[in-house]
């Protein structure tokens, strides 16, 4: 969302589509930084003895084919540490593409108790896109409206990172079973490149956008291990 939202404000129109040809020479793939910080968190003596452990997935990020997954873990009686990523390697069709990495943790600070009810967040996040071909907009309201239809015929690549408070709501389906919401608000910058069509690599600049709006937002299925 923050991305196509600073993207929108360039004075040119701007696309967002990956392109795998000479001219784009960037990596979409995790850094290694990034896969050492999963590694960590995956693997880690003491997340994997936490008294919980909860398996996630966003629901309207898998609808619009985002994979992503994100881990749980119980730090005290009143907190715990959520880590959501996302990775989307995968071309749309012919014309639409939509690649890219995030990677978000956030901790968390339960009004009753871990995985019920109320909760309370501090996140930050980071993330590379490489997209385009999109086209349509999205009426959110306040938030303003998201036009990409300028966006059909070019596309844009960058990295991202934000930080923002979120609050959201667990509600237990059975024992193991559970269903979250979250929506979290903060400031991101954004830096892209621009390039003039789909297909081919001549930039047409760059730039380095502020961003002040929602950081995060998910409606996700939760499966319970311990």
Same mark, same amino acid.
């Given at each position: ?45 003491? !997340? ?7 398996? $996630? ?38 014309? $639409? $593409? ?14 009753? $108790? ?8 501090? =996140? ?29 015929? =070019?596309?844009?690549? @960058? ?8 609050? @959201? ?9 559970? !269903? ?10 954004? =830096? ?35």
């Amino acid at each position: 969302m923050q991305i196509r939202h600073a993207l929108t404000q360039t004075s040119q129109p701007v696309s967002l589509i990956v392109n795998n040809e000479k001219s784009n020479t960037r990596n979409i793939g995790m850094s290694p930084a990034t896969r050492l910080i999963l590694t960590i968190l995956c693997w880690s003596p003491s !997340l994997l003895t936490a008294q919980q452990l909860a398996l $996630k997935t966003n629901i309207p990020a898998l609808a619009v084919r985002v994979p992503n997954l994100s881990i749980e873990v119980t730090l005290g009686p009143s907190l715990t540490l959520d880590v959501a990523g996302m990775y989307n390697p995968f071309q749309v069709s012919e014309t $639409k $593409k939509w690649k890219l990495w995030s990677l978000q943790p956030e901790i968390r600070y339960w009004l009753c $108790k871990p995985y019920s009810g109320t909760f309370i967040g501090v =996140h930050g996040g980071v993330g590379q896109f490489n997209m385009g071909g999109i086209g349509g907009s999205v009426d959110l309201g306040s938030l303003g409206q998201f036009d990409f239809n300028a966006l059909k015929e =070019h596309r844009a690549q @960058g990295t991202f990172w934000n930080a923002g408070l979120s609050i @959201g709501r667990h509600w237990i389906l059975s024992p193991r079973w559970g !269903l979250e919401g979250t929506i979290g608000l903060g400031y991101g910058r954004i =830096h892209y490149e621009r390039f003039r069509c789909v297909h081919c690599g001549e930039s047409i600049g760059s730039g380095n956008k502020p961003y002040y709006g929602p950081t995060r937002a998910a409606l996700s299925l939760v499966y319970m291990i311990n």
